[in-house]
């Protein structure tokens, strides 16, 4: 410890020059300065000289215009190691400065054509090669040496680092001490001495006033900012029209697994329920390339990696009465068969797809089913000459499109188990209810503004439902009954 208890507290301003004992005796002499900032440092350790000395004792500072500085970024390492090997993509990066970056502000008009540099120079990839937001630094040091002996470098230590980028963001490392300890700095000489610190935010509190301006400088630059990425994305951006909703879908046949026979391919289309339609050359139905299969595990695998895009618009109807009617989604259908040498094609599976109420990104494996005869005598036509039962109607995989009735019975339809189909489903959703307010406040008048809770879709379906159910048995027990116990109940009541 020093022979005398020994405490120093510093209010340090932004970009405040603090020198330290190093620095007095470095730029004192004439014959060290290089640089116009180096003259600058003499002339201000002159005046300090000659007010009486520096104030600070062990506290000074680096600004963002020291060599320290400047420095410091060049000889950051990426790991903790001390017998770390920069790497050659360090040692290129370890050029490109990331602060002081002079950019000549571009207009809006003259970027929009200018969004993509086809012959892109030298210096403008090195600029650009990182995310070159400016960045002023300060450094917060200590001069731990032993005591009567300041100004050594070996015993220089960083206290703390104060950046502040071009987005307003201020990043001070560590943080302000608050109700933690202080920081503790252990030096590795023969004492072993231990230094302990505390930072503390001494700016004085914003006015409400002052508060206020901030706020409506900040709503101008977001104003500005908003009319500035306008200016970028143009008018070309289209809408939906009100009540409609617009639903997007890149989608990829990513493979098909667990078939019996080789050179797999997919025949797909897509069924749009009652109040769903789509462009007159939107394309709803396709076929993939004959993929042959690999072994992967004890699957065969066939990838098809097929992508298709489909562009759907659902126009709401008015609800007036209650239960609300939910909207049905659009189904993919699809069927996987297969081609020999003797282009002799089977049927290997059929399934359905009803497509994702959520947007984002869906992974999705569907298995399969084929329809089979009874016997031995079908099995073989279909080993040697091929062809299968087929159904006539795809849509008979769920509900059949022409299915009238109450209850559809499949009872003696005969069918096997096969493999399965992978989707990979890109879902975008576009409605002008997502973006007005009164959305969140009326979120169960439309059936729009359910469309933003598709989690809560399902649950509430099913309750719907269930009650529909419930209300369809009340009825039916009621008609059931004897007439003149009906009557007695209601007299009675």
Not at 107 to 120: C, D, F, G, R, V
Not at 153 to 177: A, M
Not at 443 to 469: K, P
Request: net charge negative; proline share 5%; glycine share 6%.
């Amino acid at each position: 410890r020093p022979p005398e208890d020994e405490e120093e507290v510093a209010e340090v301003r932004w970009q405040e020059k603090l020198f330290s004992q190093f620095e007095v005796d470095l730029y004192l002499k004439e014959s060290a300065c290089q640089t116009p900032l180096d003259w600058q440092y003499h002339e201000e350790i002159q005046k300090l000289e000659k007010a009486g000395g520096r104030k600070n004792c062990r506290i000074f500072t680096y600004t963002d215009h020291d060599r320290f500085t400047n420095l410091e970024e060049l000889c950051q390492k990426v790991t903790d190691s001390d017998h770390e090997v920069p790497s050659y993509l360090v040692e290129r990066m370890a050029n490109v400065r990331r602060r002081r970056q002079d950019r000549r502000p571009v207009e809006a008009s003259s970027l929009k054509s200018k969004i993509i540099t086809w012959e892109p120079s030298e210096e403008f990839i090195k600029n650009n090669h990182v995310i070159n937001t400016p960045v002023q630094t300060m450094y917060i040091m200590g001069d731990l040496g032993p005591y009567g002996k300041l100004g050594q470098r070996e015993y220089e230590n960083v206290l703390c680092t104060i950046k502040v980028d071009g987005n307003g963001v201020i990043t001070v490392k560590p943080d302000f001490t608050g109700t933690k300890g202080a920081y503790r700095i252990e030096l590795h000489g023969e004492k072993r001495e231990v230094w302990e610190y505390t930072i503390e935010n001494a700016s004085a509190q914003v006015q409400p006033e002052e508060e206020e301006r901030e706020q409506r400088v900040f709503r101008d630059l977001y104003g500005r900012h908003k009319d500035y990425l306008s200016g970028l994305v143009g008018t070309d951006f289209e809408m939906p029209l009100p009540g409609t909703l617009r639903l997007f879908v890149n989608g990829e046949i990513v493979s098909a697994q667990g078939y019996e026979y080789d050179n797999l391919y997919v025949h797909f289309f897509l069924e749009l329920p009652n109040q769903w339609s789509s462009s007159p050359f939107q394309q709803l139905s396709g076929v993939t390339q004959t993929c042959a299969t690999k072994s992967v595990g004890w699957d065969n695998v066939a990838y098809f990696c097929y992508p298709f895009t489909v562009d759907m618009f659902y126009t709401q109807e008015d609800e007036g009465v209650f239960p609300y009617s939910l909207p049905q989604w659009p189904v993919l259908y699809f069927e996987v068969l297969s081609l020999d040498f003797w282009q002799r094609y089977r049927v290997e599976g059929y399934g359905s797809l009803v497509l994702p109420a959520c947007p984002g990104v869906h992974m999705l494996t569907i298995p399969t089913w084929r329809p089979v005869d009874l016997g031995t005598v079908a099995e073989m036509r279909r080993f040697f000459i091929g062809g299968s039962p087929e159904l006539e109607d795809l849509t008979y995989i769920r509900i059949p499109s022409t299915f009238k009735g109450k209850r559809l019975s499949r009872f003696g339809f005969q069918t096997q188990t096969t493999g399965s189909v992978t989707f990979r489903l890109y879902c975008l959703q576009q409605s002008k209810a997502f973006l007005e307010n009164s959305a969140l406040r009326q979120r169960m008048q439309s059936v729009l503004d359910r469309l933003g809770g598709f989690s809560q879709q399902s649950s509430v379906y099913n309750v719907l439902e269930a009650f529909q159910r419930a209300r369809r048995r009340m009825q039916e027990a009621r008609e059931s009954l004897p007439q003149d116990l009906i009557n007695t109940s209601a007299s009675a009541v």
